[in-house]
């Protein structure tokens, strides 16, 4: 109760007002750990996502008692929802106006991992990453060789750019600069406004602890064709280890890649960091590499568990004004997992 009045007291100190401060406490909700071993499914959205991945991920994990068919279809979520503009259909595309898509599993029993880069044209990117860990003995496919493994495993060829997701390219197309023959058009309200949202992360622990996790996007908006995010590469933009927990990353891809941000993560907590200790030091190496805070004017997150049911969130910067947020889904229920802004 005496927290709760130093919070409603420290708000009004920035003259926020009431329907604001409740809207915030109402945020302001702490993670209560499963406990050890505990099976949870972790998503790196807060409870708008959450609760369109997280339920039918949990569902897939209960009808089947395997973390990876749980993980997969919470991440497929993400991939067919066209509101979603980060992955999959109506992911945000590079340059040219083309989606390309990135993404990883890691399973902890046997540490195979399975990935896919630039793939173009297949909706779920994810399970074609997953088909890569279990049905070959490689580590990663990109391009048009991503495309040709998908189509033998029957993934339909279809085209991943929406009506709101082009306007949105045209839009920066048109206003990227004044000395090229791009014109934006007089009527502003010509173009559609979107919700943008980063990759997703879902990392799972199954009924004998078996760690588990994905990452999936369409990567940065008007990238170069051909770039390849952090989501893709094992370590960077996600890792798991059995006997630890798992990690991933959303955010500035470039930067995960240097830092092996999702290695280092999951190695802090085996030296034995809390997972909110191991992702805000994380961040922190972010800045070192940068020279310092003050350098950074980009965001990137971390999301990690251990195997104790732990939760750790951190961000660079705040999400529209709110603490980052990741969600969990065990048995008792969902749960939104608030973590801490570190610039
Ligand atoms: N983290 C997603 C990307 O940079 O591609």
């Avoid at 996502?49 to 039918?56: R, T």
């Avoid at 297949?122 to 860990?133: G, N, T």
């Avoid at 406004?193 to 994905?214: C, D, F, S």
Wanted: include cysteine; charge should be negative.
């Amino acid at each position: 109760m005496a927290a709760r009045r130093e919070f409603m007291h420290t708000l009004g100190l920035f003259g926020l007002s009431l329907p604001v401060i409740s809207k915030a406490l109402a945020r302001q909700q702490s993670y209560t750990p499963s406990g050890a071993g505990q099976p949870l499914i972790l998503c790196s959205r807060d409870e708008y996502w959450a609760k369109k991945v997280l339920p039918p991920a949990w569902a897939a994990f209960s009808a089947s008692g395997n973390i990876l068919d749980g993980i997969e279809v919470g991440g497929n979520v993400c991939e067919l929802d066209p509101e979603d503009t980060s992955v999959g259909y109506g992911g945000l595309p590079d340059e040219n106006g083309i989606v390309t898509l990135d993404a990883s599993m890691m399973y902890g029993p046997t540490h195979k991992c399975g990935s896919v880069a630039a793939l173009e044209n297949i909706k779920k990117a994810c399970s074609v990453a997953r088909l890569v860990m279990e049905r070959t003995d490689h580590a990663m496919i990109v391009g048009a060789g991503a495309l040709s493994f998908a189509k033998a495993h029957g993934f339909p060829e279809e085209n991943l750019l929406t009506e709101q997701s082009r306007l949105t390219w045209l839009e920066w197309k048109e206003n990227l600069s004044n000395e090229d023959d791009w014109l934006p058009p007089a009527d502003k309200d010509y173009y559609k406004k979107l919700r943008k949202r980063g990759t997703i992360n879902v990392l799972g622990m199954g009924n004998e602890g078996e760690v588990a996790g994905l990452t999936t996007t369409s990567g940065l908006f008007g990238k170069i064709h051909g770039r390849v995010g952090d989501s893709p590469i094992i370590g960077a933009g996600l890792y798991v280890d059995n006997e630890v927990g798992a990690a991933g990353a959303t955010g500035r891809g470039e930067e995960l890649i240097r830092t092996c941000g999702s290695f280092l993560l999951v190695e802090k907590m085996r030296a034995g960091k809390s997972p909110q200790v191991a992702c805000e030091e994380v961040i922190e190496r972010i800045f070192y590499v940068n020279k310092g805070k003050d350098q950074v004017n980009f965001n990137v997150k971390m999301v990690a568990f251990n195997k104790d049911g732990d939760v750790g969130v951190a961000s660079i910067m705040s999400e529209e004004g709110t603490s980052p947020y990741a969600s969990i889904i065990t048995a008792q229920g969902l749960q939104p997992v608030p973590g801490k802004v570190m610039k």
